[in-house]
T-cell receptor
Framework: DSGVTQTPKHLITATGQRVTLRCSPR?????VYWYQQSLDQGLQFLIQ???????AKGNILERFSAQQFPDLHSELNLSSLELGDSALYFC?????????????FGDGTRLSIL | AQKVTQAQTEISVVEKEDVTLDCVYE???????LFWYKQPPSGELVFLIR??????QNEISGRYSWNFQKSTSSFNFTITASQVVDSAVYFC???????????????FGKGTHLIIQP
């Protein structure tokens, strides 16, 4: 158990809809990362937050947004969903978000777009 | 730009055989960090090891060992006396120090699917 909690585990929705994925980092970790894992793109970094502030952006679409709240949990919002957004979405956390620190991953949220 | 290449898409061996998973990376930075993660069939990503660019010592942890060679930009992972429970997808990943203030997220390879047959 990594200590990172992601909910829900599975999400099934339709094209055009909006969903919110939630992540609670490990106790004591201040930084949260979001990744997308799909068959064609592999594991891709989306965005990072540190102590409530956005720190780095990766290959995140404009239809996607995220935030980190004062209690350090984070939410990833996906809107105007398309079939290609079907993927496993991981949240990870680390203590300070520096590149030398291992990131500990949650179990992921599997998103299926019908 | 960073890049991680895991050329072996799938490896299948019989239990108790030794197996090596290859990882080759590209980065322009002199300070960087390499990681291996395991993704078992249940789907979670499990951190295995971190190595920084200044430490070329090989590391051994039980049946697992890692060989880091800067000269060939490789960070290979060997499992000795493999077991069925080692069956998983293994990812090599890179994080460098200077990109985006040292916080650009991990660059992952495509992964190697390791199948250990009983």
């Amino acid at each position: 158990d990594s200590g990172v909690t992601q909910t829900p585990k599975h999400l099934i929705t339709a094209t055009g809809q909006r969903v919110t994925l939630r992540c609670s980092p490990r106790s004591g970790d201040l930084s949260v990362y979001w990744y997308q894992q799909s068959l064609d793109q592999g594991l891709q970094f989306l965005i990072q937050y540190y102590n409530g502030e956005e720190r780095a952006k990766g290959n995140i679409l404009e239809r996607f947004s995220a935030q980190q709240f004062p209690d350090l949990h984070s939410e990833l919002n996906l809107s105007s969903l398309e079939l290609g957004d079907s993927a496993l979405y991981f949240c990870a956390s680390s203590f300070t978000g520096q590149s030398n620190q291992p990131q500990h991953f949650g179990d992921g949220t599997r998103l299926s777009i019908l | 730009a960073q890049k991680v290449t895991q050329a072996q898409t799938e490896i299948s061996v019989v239990e108790k055989e030794d197996v090596t998973l290859d990882c080759v990376y590209e980065t322009r930075d002199t300070t960087y960090y390499l990681f291996w993660y395991k993704q078992p069939p249940s789907g979670e990503l499990v951190f295995l090891i971190r190595r920084n660019s200044f430490d070329e010592q090989n590391e051994i942890s039980g049946r697992y060992s890692w060989n880091f060679q800067k000269s060939t930009s490789s960070f290979n992972f060997t499992i000795t006396a493999s077991q069925v429970v080692d069956s998983a997808v293994y990812f090599c990943a890179l994080s460098d120090f200077n990109s985006g203030g040292g916080a650009d997220g991990l660059t992952f390879g495509k992964g190697t699917h390791l199948i250990i047959q009983p």
